[in-house]
């Protein structure tokens, strides 16, 4: 997938999610996000990439992202 692609069905993606939940999502970085799974995947094994960054996700999620900054 090129870097204009993943841009692109990241915000189709986040769109959705805005629409269909009603939420404001702030910008995404795809390259954090990108980074965290490469690092999972190296460190553990590759099966730990999404389970790392979803998990990543659900706690920023609880703890409220305007409490990390």
Do not use: C, N
């Amino acid at each position: 997938m090129s870097r204009d692609s993943l841009t692109q069905w990241t915000a189709a993606a986040t769109h959705a999610l805005q629409t269909e939940f009603d939420i404001e999502i702030p910008e995404v970085d795809v390259q954090l996000l990108l980074d965290v799974a490469r690092d999972a995947a190296h460190a553990v094994d590759r099966p730990a990439a999404p389970i790392t960054t979803f998990l990543l996700g659900y706690a920023v999620a609880l703890a409220g992202a305007d409490k990390l900054g």
